[in-house]
């Protein structure tokens, strides 16, 4: 479970990252379609939880499409349009970072982007166990044990 520190650090790096630079949504979701985070450039407003649903159902199906051809796994799906395109990105196998784009940003630019949000994403996604491993108390009582 995300704290709302990491919440705010991942819509701040998304804007930043992605929709500042041009995306029209980014969404971060779970394997199983549910929404961490999702921001969008004001201008389009799509289902987005009707999209990380199939977006994780899609990406499900094409991981066991590659497990048949013996490629374990395929940690980028791109999907091109006439006007809009989608562009999906696996974070640490439990995440997946989806984009919509229009043509007028280049493919080459936003995976560039991306490669950069995924490394920022990740740092955020470790405060957990950091936190929870810098909060542990030790309680070493002076009674001797007992068995």
Known sequence: MLNQKQLNGLNNILRQNLIDKGVSCALLIDMA???VA????????PDTYSLACLAAGNFGAVKAMADIVGEGDFCLLFNKGK???IHYKTIASK????NIF??????GFLRLK????VKKVHDVLRIPFEEE????????????LTI
């Open 33 to 35: 379609g549910n929404i």
């Open 38 to 45: 999702s921001l969008d450039d004001g201008r389009s407003h």
């Open 83 to 85: 006007n809009v395109n």
């Open 95 to 98: 995440y997946l970072l989806i």
């Open 102 to 107: 229009n043509k007028d940003l280049s493919l």
């Open 114 to 117: 991306v490669a950069e949000t």
């Open 133 to 144: 491993i810098r909060g542990i108390v030790f309680n070493l009582s002076q009674q001797p």
